[in-house]
């Protein structure tokens, strides 16, 4: 895939098809946003009497427009009614009869990042809507403490001129409002950024004696409740899934949309636990982001049965369109793997790692990855149509919600820009991820070996069952997070005699979740260290996915030198290097894997950075797990002071942290023994598979993994 000069350029090969004809194309939108949904058929929640509405909240961009809380609500019909946010970030009740709307706001703004008790009663007959707004600050649960000298509340009383109408809707929404409009059908617009905890619908108003009963976690009269969202219901030590539970007495349960944010803290929050599972009552706190997008909902053009045998590899779907300014062209990859084993080579693709980069903003609209790839970021034109179109397609796991929450979640249900052949990361101005595999994937069938494809999905799902079949496993160039059903597999895998070229960097890092359920979406959290864009924030570090800790699989006691023995330890990207080799090299039990590799040093060319070792880098440590009998086959030549120490190496901050002054910046070339007669082998360097292409595969780097892989598979 990587068209670099020095390399043998992009390669494909046309694969006869049913579908290679013109196909009629529609346009669809993706719909972004967060949101619950209650399907509501018999109008259970469109009461005529008095009722109220009220919730604990959490908002986090109170002056982002107007946003929806609770609400049965048309935003082009202007009926029904809703409580949410108006453009001036007021807590705001407004109802509608399809022609005119009327509202009462509060009298003062919500703060971002407090918790509040918000509740509007009230009664069509007379049309009196009375607006509570009531702080419920504790020493942990907001941003701000009650020393602030501030009057969060507002209790306000008005007679409204308009009797609701209501809408046509779907039923009941929760941090959205429905629209309709010619182009795009029925969707949801106004989304709410923020949390909100329990919930609910009374079918009366509220006197203050109730409001205090609320305010205090007590739970509403069970006799007035038409609806209660419990939050907290649900949970389990294996997580939570995208349904709220309805505990009222129609169980008119609120069902998820592109994953509302769960495991998350509540308004009751006691700082005291930092998992769900110890005290899911605290734990009530639902997330909602305006530009979360897990699932376009895209009505299919057209569909591929992959023949049964077809070769097992990495194919993709390519497209033409005339655009209007030239022919458009588009890459839908995909990977087939045999019916049943057919190779003793596995190419394990790192389809996990391929989500949590999936159509990053951070790599051409950060300061920050300038810095640390020392250049200014070389666009792409769809790298700049994503930017106009303020990422229709999602974010990344490396991306921030326009709130600063970071990206937890990640999915396949979207186009993805970045997991495309011939795309270049524009701040690296190289391949990453799915294009810098490619790399592998033309040295493998350069070299004529026979190999199968299996990806992370398969791993996660299967176990070491995927793994067993086959006599060596081949990585991808940066197979960075893993879930514990991952890393166990290839645990067991190696202990029972199986052969690992790990042929990147940075791998075996960030612990990850799938549900079980839905496996098209991983979850990630970014705790208190490790190379990170973003950090969870208080008691928010566990997987509502799973139940598990996130974080760096070394902070839960695996650190990646304990499985492949080397581990992160640095990132750079402005050059990458040779390698030089280390005594050990020479020794009879290895001297073999540098038959045909002339010289101390090698690697000093490569498509990713100008060498075999950079871009990011793992090393050999006794200390986190290394295998004591490991072997150092060569390390790094000194890189720059662009390549600093990682952070969770660091306790105090000191000079001398840069790749000219630290010891432990280096790329560590390993081999070693496992039981059973298996080994590892590993690159300790992302840049080392790009550096396989360099010369149209003729190079030292080559015929060194070239070297291994025939004497693993032998």
Not at 158 to 172: N, Q, S, Y
Request: aromatic content about 12%; glycine content about 10%.
């Amino acid at each position: 895939g990587d068209e670099h000069p020095d390399g043998p350029g992009f390669v494909e090969r046309p694969v006869p098809s049913p579908i290679d004809r013109t196909w009629p194309a529609r346009k669809q939108y993706a719909q972004k946003g967060n949101f619950l949904l209650v399907a509501d058929s018999q109008n259970k929640l469109a009461p005529t009497d008095a009722f109220t509405l009220h919730a604990f909240i959490f908002p986090t961009l109170p002056d982002a427009g107007r946003q929806m809380l609770l609400c049965r609500w048309a935003v082009d019909g202007t009926c029904g009614f809703g409580l949410g946010i108006n453009p001036a970030g007021r807590l705001e009740f407004w109802v509608g009869d399809g022609s005119r709307a009327d509202a009462v706001a509060a009298e003062v703004k919500l703060v971002a990042r407090v918790w509040y008790l918000v509740a509007v009663s009230y009664d069509p007959g007379s049309g009196v809507a009375r607006l509570y707004q009531e702080p419920v600050i504790n020493r942990y649960n907001s941003l701000l403490s009650r020393v602030v000298p501030y009057d969060y509340r507002s209790h306000v009383s008005e007679k409204l001129r308009v009797r609701p109408a209501m809408p046509d809707t779907a039923g009941f929404l929760i941090g959205a409002a429905t629209e309709r409009n010619a182009s795009r059908g029925t969707f949801v617009s106004q989304c709410y950024n923020g949390k909100i905890d329990r919930c609910g619908m009374l079918g009366a108003g509220m006197d203050r004696a109730t409001l205090d009963v609320l305010r205090d976690g007590g739970a509403p009269d069970p006799a007035s409740v038409l609806a209660y969202w419990d939050t907290t219901a649900g949970y389990t030590d294996r997580g939570v899934g995208d349904r709220v539970l309805d505990t009222g007495p129609f169980g008119l349960h609120a069902e998820g949309y592109n994953r509302p944010v769960r495991g998350q803290t509540g308004w009751n929050w006691s700082g005291r636990n930092d998992c769900f599972r110890l005290a899911p009552q605290e734990f009530g706190g639902i997330e909602f982001h305006a530009d979360a997008l897990t699932d376009c909902r895209w009505r299919p053009t057209l569909s591929l049965t992959v023949p049964p045998d077809l070769k097992s590899g990495v194919y993709a779907v390519k497209l033409t369109a005339e655009d209007g300014t030239g022919m458009a062209e588009e890459y839908a990859p995909f990977f087939v793997r045999p019916a049943a084993p057919k190779a003793s080579l596995c190419f394990l693709a790192p389809t996990a790692s391929y989500l949590a980069y999936a159509n990053i903003q951070s790599a051409f609209d950060s300061a920050l990855l300038q810095s640390i790839t020392a250049s200014t970021p070389i666009l792409q034109e769809v790298d700049v149509e994503v930017y106009k179109n303020d990422a229709e397609f999602g974010l990344s796991t490396y991306d921030t919600h326009n709130d600063g929450a970071g990206v937890c979640y990640s999915s396949y249900h979207r186009p993805i820009i970045n997991m495309r052949p011939k795309y270049r990361a524009p701040g690296l101005g190289a391949t990453w991820q799915f294009p810098a595999d490619l790399s592998i994937i033309g040295w493998l069938e350069s070299m004529n070996y026979d190999y199968d494809v299996i990806t992370d999905e398969d791993l996660h799902r299967e176990g070491v069952a995927a793994l067993k079949p086959y006599r060596v496993v081949l990585t991808g160039t940066h197979n960075e997070y893993y879930s514990e059903r991952m890393m166990d597999a290839t645990e067991d895998y190696l202990a029972a005699g199986g052969r690992l070229l790990y042929m990147g960097g940075n791998g075996y890092y960030w612990c990850v979740g799938f549900r079980d359920d839905d496996p098209s979406v991983m979850e990630v959290r970014k705790l208190e260290a490790g190379s990170r864009a973003w950090q969870a924030r208080p008691g928010e570090h566990y997987l509502a996915s799973t139940g598990e800790r996130s974080g760096l699989w070394r902070h839960r006691g695996r650190p990646p030198q304990k499985l492949v023995g080397v581990g992160f330890t640095s990132e750079g990207m402005d050059a990458s290097v040779p390698y030089r080799r280390m005594p050990d090299s020479y020794h009879r039990s290895v001297a073999w894997i540098f038959e045909g590799v002339e010289g101390e040093t090698f690697g000093g060319f490569g498509l990713g950075g100008g060498g075999a070792a950079g871009l990011e880098v793992d090393r050999y440590d006794l200390a986190l797990g290394t295998p004591p009998h490991t072997r150092i086959l060569a390390s790094s030549e000194p890189f720059t002071d662009n390549y600093p120490l990682v952070q969770e190496e660091i306790f105090f901050m000191t000079p001398g942290l840069g790749g000219t002054q630290h010891p432990w910046v280096r790329a560590d070339m390993v081999y070693f023994t496992t039981p059973g007669g298996g080994a590892v082998f590993s690159t300790g360097s992302i840049a080392w598979g790009s550096a396989l292409p360099y010369r149209s595969f003729r190079n030292p780097v080559s015929r060194l993994t070239r070297n291994i892989l025939d004497a693993f598979l032998a």
